[in-house]
């Protein structure tokens, strides 16, 4: 795979059990022995560099990747060549499951930063699930996580302003930065505001008005990429009663 650079020989074993997102990901629940038989189909995790392409609309569906370090994002290119950025992806999320219906995938996938990817061979993946229910299960409901989040942008798109789409977007991400440890309220964008425009069906111009409002409001200050959160509860109050804050 061009795209990606492979860890040293010494670094290849995946260790999900001593991994720093395992209850975020696909082992969550999964016994030390069950964690042991999953870990053995990961051959080696490798890197991403930032804007390198981890799969492209039409690759073959191969495996599953659990992201470990990093954040990437998706999206599907028109027939123009115009972006539409479909999601964000960041520590104990997978990336591949658009391609299980069709056994290729349907979008594109890049590493908004140097990142670090866990490959689950797929194939062997489905074997295992077989003899595990546990990790049947798990595979159940990473599938409808999708199917959830996929009901949830066309809620925030159908019923929320521009301002509101953008103040739920930042109360998502602080909501699962936090659940890997990191500040609700001081975080880093890792994407562009062209690329968030683009995943709420703003423009550009209307992302920066949003981001000034927001501050005028004393909810949030956003300078460059740096975001502070001033008032998370007056976020949750923008949106309430229009969406459910969980969106992802």
């Known amino acids: 795979m061009p795209d990606t650079k492979p860890l040293q020989f010494r670094q290849l074993k995946s260790a999900c059990s001593n991994c720093s997102v395992l209850e975020l990901c696909l082992p969550i629940g999964l016994s030390g022995q069950e964690v042991e038989r999953l870990d053995a189909l990961i051959v080696q995790r490798f890197k991403v560099r930032k804007g390198a392409a981890l799969y492209r609309e039409g690759d073959p569906l191969r495996s599953l990747y659990a992201v470990r370090l990093g954040s990437f994002k998706t999206n599907v290119l028109s027939v123009d060549g115009r972006e539409q950025v479909t999601g964000f992806q960041i520590p104990g999320e997978m990336l591949g499951l658009d391609a299980i219906s069709t056994d290729t995938h349907a979008c594109n996938a890049f590493a908004l930063e140097d990142s670090e990817v866990c490959p689950i061979h797929f194939t062997h993946l489905e074997k295992l699930a077989q003899q595990l229910p546990s990790l049947q299960h798990n595979l159940t409901k990473l599938l409808s996580r999708e199917i959830v989040r996929d009901h949830d942008m066309l809620m925030l ?67 460059g990429r740096d975001v502070k959160i001033h008032n998370l509860e007056g976020l949750k109050q923008m949106i309430a009663g229009c969406h459910r804050p969980t969106l992802c």
């Not at 798109?157 to 990191?182: C, I, P």
């Not at 703003?202 to 992302?207: C, H, K, P, V």
């Open 157 to 223: 798109l159908g019923t929320m302003n521009s301002d509101e789409r953008l103040a739920a977007f930042l109360l998502n991400l602080s909501q699962r930065l936090n659940q890997r440890g990191y500040s609700a309220k001081n975080f880093v964008l890792k994407m562009r505001r062209e690329e968030i425009g683009s995943y709420l069906g703003l423009r550009l111009e209307t992302i920066c008005r949003g981001i000034a409002h927001l501050r005028d409001q004393g909810l949030v200050e956003i300078s």
